[in-house]
T-cell receptor, first 117, second 111 residues
Framework: DGGITQSPKYLFRKEGQNVTLSCEQNLNHDAMYWYRQDPGQGLRLIYYSQIVNDFQKGDIAEGYSVSREKKESFPLTVTSAQKNPTAFYLC????????????????FGQGTRLTVV | SQQGEEDPQALSIQEGENATMNCSYKTSINNLQWYRQNSGRGLVHLIL?????REKHSGRLRVTLDTSKKSSSLLITASRAADTASYFCATVPYNTDKLIFGTGTRLQVFP
C-alpha cells in the first residue's frame, strides 16, 4: 500500500537527550513537511523540503534539525535545545511544485506523540 | 505565525443540520485546502480550491473562496455523527512552497 509512515507512535525522552522521529513515504513525492501540534491547537511548520538534499526552516525551527538524503525519508531530530518538546508531531508529503503552482494535496502520517519525562 | 484562523473555534450541532466553518488568511495565496483530523490522528485532505476559483463542491462539502476578503468557508450539509472532528484550512502563500495551517474548528455532531 502506498502511504506515509511515522515511527514510533509514542516516544519518551529524558531531558537533555536528542531523539529522532522517522518519516518514510512510498508515494514518490518530492515535498515533505514536519509539523508540531500542541493540545487543542493548529499545526505549526517546523521544516520542509521540496527536493533531496535541500530543506527550509519553517516558523518554529529552533531546537530541531532535519536531513533529506533520500527522497523517501525525512527524519526529524528534536535536540536538547528545544525547551518544550512535548507535543504531537506530524509528517506530510506532497507532489510539490506542479507548473507554477503547488496545487496538490498533502498526505499525512499518523503522527508521533513525544513526551519529555 | 499561522496564516489562517478559523471561526468558530468550536461548533456543536445536531445530526442533519448544516455546519459552516470560516477561515481567514493574511497573504495572497496559490490555493486553499481544507483538512479533517480525528482526535489524535493524522490529517485527511478534503478539498482544494485554487485562487482563481470561487466555489467548489465535493459530496456534502461546499467550499467558497473570496480572495478580496482573504476568506474561505466550508459548509458540511446534512451532518452526521461521523463528521465529528477538527477541521483545518491550509494555504500555500503566493510565491512560496510552504503549506501553512490555520488554528482549526472543532466540530461536534450529536446523534
Amino acid at each position: 500500500d502506498g502511504g506515509i509512515t511515522q515511527s514510533p507512535k509514542y516516544l519518551f525522552r529524558k531531558e537533555g537527550q536528542n531523539v529522532t522521529l522517522s518519516c518514510e513515504q512510498n508515494l514518490n513525492h518530492d515535498a515533505m513537511y514536519w509539523y508540531r501540534q500542541d493540545p487543542g491547537q493548529g499545526l505549526r511548520l517546523i521544516y520542509y523540503s521540496q527536493i533531496v538534499n535541500d530543506f527550509q526552516k519553517g516558523d518554529i525551527a529552533e531546537g530541531y534539525s532535519v536531513s533529506r538524503e533520500k527522497k523517501e525519508s525525512f527524519p526529524l531530530t528534536v535536540t536538547s535545545a528545544q525547551k518544550n518538546p512535548t507535543a504531537f508531531y506530524l509528517c506530510a508529503s506532497s507532489k510539490g511544485w506542479e507548473s507554477a503552482f503547488m496545487n496538490t494535496e498533502a498526505f499525512f502520517g499518523q503522527g508521533t506523540r513525544l513526551t519529555v519525562v | 505565525s499561522q496564516q489562517g484562523e478559523e471561526d468558530p473555534q468550536a461548533l456543536s450541532i445536531q445530526e442533519g443540520e448544516n455546519a459552516t466553518m470560516n477561515c481567514s488568511y493574511k497573504t495572497s495565496i496559490n490555493n486553499l485546502q481544507w483538512y479533517r483530523q480525528n482526535s489524535g490522528r493524522g490529517l485527511v485532505h478534503l478539498i482544494l480550491i485554487r485562487s482563481n476559483e470561487r466555489e467548489k463542491h465535493s459530496g456534502r462539502l461546499r467550499v467558497t473562496l473570496d480572495t478580496s476578503k482573504k476568506s474561505s468557508s466550508l459548509l458540511i450539509t446534512a451532518s452526521r455523527a461521523a463528521d465529528t472532528a477538527s477541521y483545518f484550512c491550509a494555504t500555500v502563500p503566493y510565491n512560496t512552497d510552504k503549506l501553512i495551517f490555520g488554528t482549526g474548528t472543532r466540530l461536534q455532531v450529536f446523534p
